[in-house]
């Protein structure tokens, strides 16, 4: 059973920095494309950041190109999203997502994370 758990969010003051993991299981990592969605309070989802199968393709969002990177250690499951100076409206609930193939520009979503709550306030 596919199953994917973010962690490593929180409280941070603007300007801070947070690195979220996304462990996965129950499928061949390495196999399937990756994604960060977002979504704040009482707006739409917001698709992030995305990442090929091997790590060698990304692509983020304007609205946070330059402070988030997206990476992934196919060696231990695991995706991360390491994001910099934070801003208040990057408060948000932030998804792990899984692909249905390796890219994820050719792919659609299959599978989401219960989500990491991410506050940006002082």
């Known amino acids: 059973q ?3 758990v973010e962690s490593g969010g929180g409280l941070v003051q603007p300007g801070g920095s947070l690195r979220l ?3 996965a299981s129950g499928f061949t990592f390495r196999a399937y494309a990756m994604s960060w969605v977002r979504q704040a309070q009482g707006k739409g989802l917001e698709w992030v950041s995305g990442i090929n199968n091997s790590g060698e393709s990304t692509t983020s969002a ?8 997206i990476s992934r250690d ?4 695991t995706l991360f999203l390491e994001m910099n100076s934070l801003k208040p409206e990057d408060t948000a609930v932030y998804y792990c997502v899984k692909y249905s193939g390796t ?9 989401w994370g219960q989500g990491a709550q991410v506050t940006v306030s002082s």
Request: proline share 0%; charged share 30%; with cysteine.
């Open 21 to 23: 993991s996304c462990t």
């Open 74 to 77: 196919n060696t231990k499951n």
């Open 2 to 4: 596919e199953k994917l």
């Open 103 to 111: 890219y994820y520009k050719t792919s659609l979503t299959d599978y």
């Open 62 to 69: 304007d609205s946070v190109k330059g402070r988030f990177t």
